[in-house]
T-cell receptor, first 111, second 112 residues
Framework: DAKTTQPPSMDCAEGRAANLPCNHS???????VYWYRQIHSQGPQYIIH???NNETNEMASLIITEDRKSSTLILPHATLRDTAVYYC????????????FGSGTRLLVRP | DTGVSQNPRHKITKRGQNVTFRCDPI?????LYWYRQTLGQGPEFLTY????????KSRLLSDRFSAERPKGSFSTLEIQRTEQGDSAMYLC??????????FGQGTRLTVV
């Protein structure tokens, strides 16, 4: 079973920041937080991951709370192409890279 | 490299028939994964290979399902005696040390 809880849907206006929350209250010290997204009819796409520290890349920023029980994915300037289902995943530090997906958050970016 | 390639993209089959899907991973990736995704749900892990060795199988993978990766490169997923409940998107992903998982676009199976 997925170890994360996400709101089923959210929306934001084009050009504004999209902040997607995720609860992972049972995360252990040897588990990462990963975010993937899935645009309609495509395979999931990696966005970002982190362990303790906040992370930023060309796609998004990841803010992890100090107790690591929750995180927020930030898309700083959402575009219509960011409309997708966003999955927050807790992954152990083993070599298997097995991903346990929940139901994700369906983000709709409005024009 | 064009990424993870899956064939066919779509497959319609009659109940009771056997089907086989193929996945070509990114060439230098040694790990390959199969997932299944039904409408409105996230992908569910089925199995994974490291090189040619199948290291883990989900309980979702009934005895009608078999996956192979004979030379540690491409993989096939076969479903025997298909049932309507097998209708889903079958996703393949690959990775190696120090890279993230890259997914193919999937094979959509419809059992009629």
């Amino acid at each position: 079973d997925a170890k994360t809880t996400q709101p089923p849907s959210m929306d934001c206006a084009e050009g504004r920041a999209a902040n997607l929350p995720c609860n992972h209250s049972t995360i252990s010290g040897n588990e990462y937080v990963y975010w993937y997204r899935q645009i309609h009819s495509q395979g999931p796409q990696y966005i970002i991951h982190g362990l303790k520290n906040n992370e930023t890349n060309e796609m998004a920023s990841l803010i992890i709370t100090e107790d690591r029980k929750s995180s927020t994915l930030i898309l700083p300037h959402a575009t219509l192409r960011d409309t997708a289902v966003y999955y927050c995943i807790v992954r152990p530090m083993d070599s298997s890279y097995k991903l346990i997906f929940g139901s994700g958050t369906r983000l709709l970016v409005r024009p | 490299d064009t990424g993870v390639s899956q064939n066919p993209r779509h497959k319609i089959t009659k109940r009771g028939q056997n089907v086989t899907f193929r996945c070509d991973p990114i060439s230098e990736h040694n790990r390959l994964y199969w997932y299944r995704q039904t409408l409105g749900q996230g992908p569910e892990f089925l199995t994974y290979f490291q090189n040619e060795a199948q290291l883990e199988k989900s309980r979702l993978l009934s005895d009608r399902f078999s996956a192979e990766r004979p030379k540690g490169s491409f993989s096939t997923l076969e479903i025997q005696r298909t049932e309507q409940g097998d209708s889903a998107m079958y996703l393949c992903a690959s990775t190696s040390d120090n890279t993230e998982a890259f997914f193919g676009q999937g094979t959509r199976l419809t059992v009629v």
